[in-house]
C-alpha cells in the first residue's frame, strides 16, 4: 500500500513536470491553460501527498523518488511542496483552535452574556413603541390583557458567531412570545414556545444592528386563538461591546479562507518559478 502510494504520487510529479515542459515553448491561450492545468494538479498532488507528509520520513520519499523518478529537481520540488502543504494546514488548524479555545474560555465571545433588571424603570405602552415596527403585528396591537397568560422569562443572551444574539427563556407552552429590542428604534419579534416551554428567538446583526451599549428587552406572551396577551415580564437589559477579539473571532472564517487562498497564490508564483 506505501509503495502503490509513492507511485501515485511519483505519476502526478511526472506528469506535472512534463506539463511544465509544454508551458516553456508555448504561448497565448494555450500557454495559459497548461498554467491552469499545472495549478490544478498540484493542487491534487498536495491532497494526495498530505498523509505522506504526515507518516514517512521526507529522506525516506526522497530516496525512493531519486531512485524511481527521472527528473534532477524532484527532491527539491517535493520538500518545497511539503513545506507549503504543511505550513497551509498547519495555519488553518490554528486560526480554527484560537477560535475553538476563545469559545471554551472566553464565554462572553460566544457563549452566555448577563443579564440585569432596572428597578427604577417602567415597562412602556405597547403601543407606544415605535408604532411603525409593529402595524404588521395589528392581531398583538389590539389584543387585550388577560390575567391568564403568565409572562414568559428571558433567562439568557447568548453571542452567536461573534456578532448575532440569541435570546432563551421559558413561557407558557404552544403559545407565542413578543420580545422587542431597543436600539434607536425598538426591533420586534415573535417565537413560538414548544411543548415543554422552552423558546428561542435569534436576532441578526446584518438586518439590524445594535449600536454598543445598553439594550433593554421586554417580552410578553401573545395567544393567537383568544387574540390577548399577558402583562409584561420584568425589563431586562444587556449591554453590546465591540472588541478586538469580537472583531477577530467574527472574522475567522474569512482569516482562514483567506490563508488558505494565499497560500495557493503562493503555490502558483512558485509553480512558475519552477518552470
Known sequence: MKYAWLNLVL????????RKQKVVGQEGIA???????????EFVLAIVSFPLYLNLRPQK??????????????????NLRRILTLTGVGI??????????LIL?????????????????RPPDLLSVSADALQAETEIQTSRITADLAAPKLESVRKANGENF????????NSTVVLLLSDQQTAVYTGPVD???????????????????????????????????????GE???KVTTSFLDAVTRNVDVLANWSVVILLLFGVFLTFLTI
Open 166 to 173: 440569541v435570546f432563551y427563556g421559558i413561557g407558557q407552552p
Open 92 to 101: 488553518v488548524l490554528s486560526i480554527w483552535l484560537v477560535k475553538l479555545l
Open 31 to 41: 500557454a495559459a491553460k497548461n498554467v491552469f492545468a499545472l495549478v490544478f494538479l
Open 236 to 238: 431586562q437589559y444587556f
Open 195 to 233: 411543548k415543554d416551554g422552552n423558546w428561542q428567538i435569534d436576532h441578526q446583526q446584518k438586518n439590524f444592528a445594535l449600536s454598543e451599549g445598553n439594550h433593554s428587552v421586554l417580552t410578553f406572551t401573545f395567544d393567537e386563538a383568544s387574540k390577548t396577551r399577558s402583562e409584561f415580564s
Open 61 to 78: 520519499i526522497t530516496a525512493f523518488f531519486e531512485e524511481k523518478g527521472g527528473y534532477a529537481k524532484i527532491t527539491f520540488d517535493y
Open 11 to 18: 505519476q502526478l510529479t511526472n506528469r506535472i513536470y512534463q
Open 105 to 121: 474560555f472566553v464565554p462572553s465571545l460566544f457563549g452566555t452574556m448577563r443579564l440585569y433588571t432596572v428597578s427604577e424603570l
